[in-house]
């Protein structure tokens, strides 16, 4: 027995050496010591869970004056039995929140509370409260509701979204379907997103299951922070498919601040129309490398208009900072001080150059289109094959319900082939086609028989405008 246990210690011993030996020889050699292991699973997420649910609430948005009430863009009003808008007239739209400050201040997504004049926002612990203090902001679908009380409430603090990175855990808490206080967890699948939703964008992709009832409420990290507003799901079924999104928590943090001090998000305003350089575009152009946006559309007498930019302007820098595509022009522009002169560094005929250009407040429609149905495709409408799309003239009805404004003149894109170059450029139903290979369209006929004899070979050049006025071109070339 003795000399059993001798050898098994021995054994230990130099199986001790022996590891201690393959480390330091690794080190020596340049190489990573072996793993010994990974981390353990988190056994629960219940301590986050508790500190989080308090803070979490639900909103019924009502309509208690009769007012007119917005086409819903996505499937908050799927809820179950019971709880559906059918059982309360007044009703125009269900989903969640949080409360981002202890003197009641719920923050939730636009969509939710859309049309809705009263909001009612109950808490876990069955507190219920009525409040009319709604401020919104379309442009992110965001908005917030501040409660006339003077209780204290529990709260959430927001993170960091920027620090977030693929692979993070979270979880999202909300009412899917009316089942208040639901948890689900995952992990960040994306981080940057744009879906064209929305005139400003910054989701984070998550696995965590997100469903109707989910939107406006908080995507968390495991500290409890809130890194994102729960906004949508891309789905096939209108149900979870592995693919939700959330706005970013600093776009949140930054909205929600300026809707509870002014009611409202001022930003700033340049007016014009861009494309993204690639590198295709950066040869054309004779620059050394893909980066940049081209100005394609110039508003007349908007600030792009009076300091002098010119359609064909590549724009490098503004106000001090590099702008390596539209969406970082975008981002600049809506945070620089309004009314004061800033730098913009452009490539114009083979040659740098410099421009003062003075950012002014973004009208307030511009971006505030309304919501519709699309006109019937069948009606009248021209269909170009090779392109993959049919247009249609924009008559004042169809203006109306989509939220052009009287003057919008253009083609209207009724119908799009899911897999044809239209699409597959960025187009989409709803858009305005201005402009064809540089030429203007004013009208269907002008616009069918300009993409029809234009070269998808060499690559046709679409210049189009959503009802928000945003001008993007778009390249539908066969390769």
């Given at each position: 027995m003795k000399r059993t246990l001798l050898i098994v210690i021995m054994l230990c011993v130099a199986s001790g050496i022996l590891g201690t030996y393959l480390r330091m020889t690794s080190l020596l050699q340049g190489q990573a010591p072996p793993t010994v292991g990974v981390p353990k699973e988190l056994a629960s997420y219940r301590d986050v869970v508790k500190k989080v649910l308090p803070a979490v609430v639900s909103i019924e948005a009502l309509n208690k004056n009769g007012g007119k009430v917005p086409r819903r863009r996505?499937?908050?009003?799927?809820?179950?039995?019971?709880?559906?808008?059918?059982?309360?007239?007044?009703r125009v739209g269900f989903g969640s929140g949080f409360v981002m400050s202890p003197k009641g201040v719920v923050v939730t997504n636009h969509h939710v509370v859309d049309g809705a004049d009263t909001a009612v926002v109950r808490f876990k612990d069955s507190r219920s409260f009525t409040s009319t203090r709604i401020s919104r902001d379309p442009k992110t679908d965001l908005a917030i509701i501040v409660l006339d009380t003077k209780a204290e409430f529990p709260y959430l603090e927001f993170g960091n979204s920027d620090t977030m990175e693929i692979g993070d855990r979270v979880l999202a808490v909300g009412a899917p379907f009316g089942l208040t206080g639901t948890v689900t967890q995952g992990i960040i699948s994306s981080v940057g997103r744009s879906l064209r939703m929305n005139?400003?964008?910054?989701?984070?992709?998550?696995?965590?299951a997100i469903n109707p009832g989910n939107s406006g409420g908080p995507l968390v990290n495991l500290e409890g922070k809130v890194i994102g507003v729960n906004s949508a799901i891309k789905s096939k079924t209108g149900g979870f498919q592995g693919i939700g999104l959330a706005i970013s928590s600093n776009l949140a943090r930054t909205v929600a601040d300026a809707l509870l001090k002014d009611g409202t998000v001022k930003r700033g305003y340049l007016g014009v129309g861009i494309r993204?350089?690639?590198?295709?575009?950066?040869?054309?152009l004779g620059l050394d490398a893909a980066g940049g946006v081209e100005v394609t559309y110039l508003y007349a007498d908007a600030p792009g208009d009076k300091a002098g930019l010119q359609k064909g302007d590549v724009i490098r820098r503004l106000g001090g900072k590099p702008i390596r595509d539209g969406r970082e022009l975008q981002i600049v522009v809506a945070g620089l001080p309004l009314g004061k002169p800033a730098d913009v560094a452009v490539w114009r005929d083979g040659k740098a150059m410099e421009l003062k250009v003075t950012i002014e407040e973004q009208p307030t429609t511009f971006g505030a289109s309304r919501s519709g149905t699309m006109p019937d495709p069948d009606n009248g409408a021209l269909t170009i094959e090779k392109c993959g799309l049919a247009v249609n003239d924009l008559i004042p009805e169809w203006a109306e319900r989509l939220g052009y404004e009287e003057s919008a003149r253009g083609a209207l894109i009724v119908r799009m082939t899911r897999s044809g170059l239209a699409?597959?450029?960025?187009?989409?139903?709803?858009?305005?086609?201005?402009?064809?290979?540089?030429?203007?369209?004013?009208?269907?006929?002008?616009?069918?028989?300009?993409?029809?004899?234009?070269?998808?070979?060499a690559g046709i050049e679409v210049e189009a405008r959503t009802a928000r006025g945003v001008v993007r071109t778009f390249t539908l070339r066969d390769d």
């Open positions: 996505d499937s908050d009003m799927q809820l179950p039995d019971g709880l559906r808008g059918d059982q309360d007239p007044d005139m400003y964008e910054d989701f984070l992709q998550t696995d965590a993204d350089v690639d590198d295709v575009r950066a040869k054309a699409a597959v450029s960025g187009l989409q139903a709803g858009m305005l086609i201005v402009a064809v290979d540089g030429k203007r369209v004013n009208s269907a006929k002008v616009a069918a028989t300009a993409l029809a004899a234009g070269s998808v070979r």
